[in-house]
């Protein structure tokens, strides 16, 4: 199936989508977190070749490690790409800078433990 690139006119972030028409990706990444303000706005929706081998939307670690895309740090919101060498993950989805900003995430995301 055809893949898109689906970008927010104001912030400039994008999303891909595996869709078989144009129409169709635009409405998909509307249900996204990244768009919760789209149905005031028009996203840019572009054809994107170089994802149409993936069956399903490429992962955050794909996009970055393969493709040259940038994420925010999950814990402090810099910039993280494939030249960032330090870069961690947590699964394919959450990247952050280095080491310690994964430890503090992880610390400030852990559940409470129970005495019994
Ligand atoms: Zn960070």
Redesign the pocket.
Known sequence: MPAFTVEHPRNRQAVVVIEKTAGKARAAAIGDDLFCDCEFLDPIVKRAKEFDKYKKAPTVKQLVDRHGWWFE?N??G?SVADHTEDRKWIGNYQV??NYW?RAAYRKKSAKPKWRE
């Open positions: 740090c814990h402090c810099d952050f800078c900003c």
